[in-house]
């Protein structure tokens, strides 16, 4: 770690874009609005992705895959869809380049027919499938998922939290009535709840969007949010129900048990790479990263303090059975035994990483049987007998997992204010950020009012 | 299975066409060009990734996401390989649609300064990255893998094998010498060897690409390649070892142990989605596919005999533990219950989806204390006692895995043949196909007079 990583009281959007950076999560690529995802940041989301996919299918769903081009004249079928998606888009108007002088060009006869959308989510070339798919109540309910890349032009970025190209999955569920699309809608809203709180240790707000806010396309918008270190909330997934609304614009019919035919009930759901942002904005410090366990590409690391190559080869031999225990036990261990970095560089740099448990062992630990233990999360130091790390480490590791989900529990609980007047939220808005609990008449007016007086969101 | 497959003998183009709509694998999708791969054949793709990704892994892979787009202007930097992939290329021009009089059209004015193009393979974006992160011979070797979509345009299209998007997986190494980036190139073709050989139960034959068919951009290109049951050899994969190529195009240069500045060396490695058209063409018969256990989405369907519910019940009681025994040993297996389908056609079904085990289990086998067990790789029947079934059916999927490779081994040995004379290669070419060992020159003048001659490739 050669750079300092600015203060988070000092500038709070400048010490992320600096940590995400630093602590090789990701990268602004050359292409304008696009980041690439570096090996460190794709490990994050590779736990991720699992857990969600294993959620995914203990909860009956499979996935599939559709084509990342959608033809333009599909955008505009949902009246509301159109008016939501159909504006920055990536389109594609050829399909051939030619050599000249040198380089390429774009070759004029190769004009595409109709010009092509890369999708910037798949409702429309989904419902237009699900039209063939679906003829009887008994293809229903359907219950696909979807992971891939889609793409939202966009001129400011921010890495992971607003990228052109970003990574997700969508899921897309029919079903034969309201009550159970509304019923998948609440579920799948519940395990992106459980998997805020049990993986990214990250407590959130089940919500509702407001009828500005909502997807374009959607009756019902549900959402989680998790409020950020710097009081403001960040929107981490999204649960629709889509009503008959794609069923009509795709003519997407069933015939019901009782012979009669009917538009087909709809959700969408999804959460992206923006959850790797969330994860940094929630836990990390001004020394950086700070990773819950579960989501930790390296859960361990040990750094050998020595002199000499015999003494760091004395101290690997005895830590082999440990780690090969904690291997067993399904602990990501890495021995640091790289000879041309200091270990208050290496230090700096699992703390900059966010290792959970930094482990430090020279000849005298080795001559007294312990070793120093270190706790990302808390700066907790430990001199814990060697003989008992197999055990106790991956304990140290649910204790990690648990004390940051409390501590962000505790700080965004001291965050919400429950608020009677009006000029008082003003006031705190200001002051304080965080979650208000407010009276609301339930109008979009009342909603314009408090966001042009305040920027504040409902 | 209401329509009926076109046997092999009649049209093998036609019997695989068929098969991958019926079996559920995929379909066309209304973008000309694209597929859309349906949960079933997006359930092999799945275990076909994650065992390919843990052999990457465990030969010191890391994944990374690098984007869809690529500026033009990158693809011709490097000269072979513009001439190879800036040919068939998705290109977006413009970056915004507007609506207009009920539709959207591509707005004028907002259109892209340079085109971009959708990745048809990542070297040029990813060797201009290399050039920021390789400074050192410490830096070396970087050993990056990449699951991703690309896009390299197609008018004639079959599913899985020929399309215009397709999922793969690009490997990208850079390193210090030479021997090493040869040696890389050569074990990650051992490593798609050993995947073709132990998971798709596909021999295969490991081969070096004429100069005219080489990788574009590429020193030398190797490959694996299958027969098919047509006599005709499928590409399952390519690692190409690329010398200093892109190194050169995209300077990417690195100080040496001895201070002295060199270029990069690098490989690159992938398989597509078109190892489920391989798999298909390997194994599957005129019933329908035949699928290995270890990529098989299910391993063994139950099919109860019965008459009226309480029948139905009774047997699912009995088969709850089996179940579960199984569902412990990592045996995915399915009870299909559906009261709307009678057993013939479920049979037959499950045949067309190349379910490696089928019992039958009626309540006279209930009372005898058997099942009827059949494999679908040789159609072999047995009555199996009922108690032993938990034991005996990991190993019976054992045996099929083992069975299904030594007889495409068998078949595929049979398919070799030595040929001394001109005139009998191209006698037998007609009459029989598959593999000719043969000798050749070496030059590029025979290897072209041979393909004008017979269309056979080197």
Known sequence: MSQKLTPRSTDYSK???????????????????????????????????????????????QNAYFPLFIPKSYLSKEAAHVEGFAKECAVVTHYRLKAQDGGVVVAPEAKLEEELIVRPTSETSIWNTYRVWIQSYRDLPLLINQWANVVRWEMRTRLFLRTAEFLWQEGHTAHATSAEAIEETERM????????????????????????????????TLCIEALMQDGKALQAGTSHFLGQNFARAFDVKFTGKDGQLDYVWATSWGVTTRLIGALVMTHSDDKGLRLPPKLAPIHVVIVPIYKGEEQMLDIRRRCEPLMAELRAAGVTVKFDDDDTKRSGWKFAEYELKGVPLRLAIGPKDLENGTAEVVRRDTGEKANLPFAELGKRIPALLDAIQQGMFDAALQFRDAHITPVDEYETLKKLLDEKGGFFSVHWDGTTETEEKIKADTKATM
């Open 15 to 61: 010490w992320y874009n600096e940590l995400v950076v630093m602590a090789d999560l990701a990268q602004h690529s050359d292409v304008k609005g696009c980041m690439l995802i570096k090996p460190y940041g794709y490990a994050i989301w590779e736990k991720m992705r699992d857990a969600l996919d294993r959620m995914f299918k203990d909860t009956g769903h």
């Open 189 to 220: 809203l519940g395990v992106y709840t459980e998997f805020a709180n049990h993986w990214l240790a990250m407590p959130v707000i089940q919500g509702r969007k407001t009828a500005n806010e909502r997807f374009a396309g959607a009756v019902d």
